[in-house]
C-alpha cells in the first residue's frame, strides 16, 4: 500500500509562509487527483486544494489567492504553497488521493502541523 508522508510545517508569524510536501512511497497514476486537507483542535477535516493529473487546481474559499498547490508527478509528490498565513490556518495538515472529489485513498498519512501565531 502507497504511504503518504507530509513535511514542511512549523511555526511560523501571521503573514509568512510555508511550504508544504507530500510524497508518496510507492507509484501512483498520474491521473490521480491529488489533495490538501487540514484539520484544527476540535473541527473537521476539510478539502482545502486539490490538483487533476492535468493540472487543473480548485481551492477552499478560505484559501484563495494565499494558497498554491502542485505536484510533480515524476517524483510521486504534492506541495502546498501557503503566503499571507494568517491565525485561523492553524491546523494539522494531511494530504490524499483519488480518481474522485474529495481524494481519499483509504488511508491517511501523519500529517504536518502548521502553526500561526499571531
Known amino acids: 500500500q502507497v504511504q503518504l508522508v507530509e513535511s514542511g510545517g512549523g511555526l511560523v508569524q501571521a503573514g509568512g509562509s510555508l511550504r508544504l510536501s507530500c510524497a508518496a512511497s510507492?507509484?501512483?497514476?498520474?491521473?490521480?487527483?491529488m489533495g490538501w486537507y487540514r484539520q484544527a483542535p476540535g473541527k473537521q477535516r476539510d478539502l482545502v486544494a486539490t490538483?487533476?493529473?492535468?493540472?487543473?487546481?480548485n481551492y477552499a474559499d478560505s484559501v484563495k489567492g494565499r494558497f498554491t498547490i502542485s505536484r510533480d508527478n515524476a517524483k510521486n509528490t504534492v506541495y502546498l504553497q501557503m503566503n499571507s498565513l494568517k491565525p485561523e490556518d492553524t491546523a494539522v495538515y494531511y494530504c490524499n488521493y483519488g480518481l474522485t472529489v474529495p481524494p481519499f485513498s483509504g488511508s491517511w498519512g501523519q500529517g504536518t502541523q502548521v502553526t500561526v501565531s499571531s
Open positions: 490538483i487533476t493529473g492535468g493540472g487543473r487546481t
Open positions: 510507492g507509484s501512483i497514476f498520474s491521473a490521480n487527483i
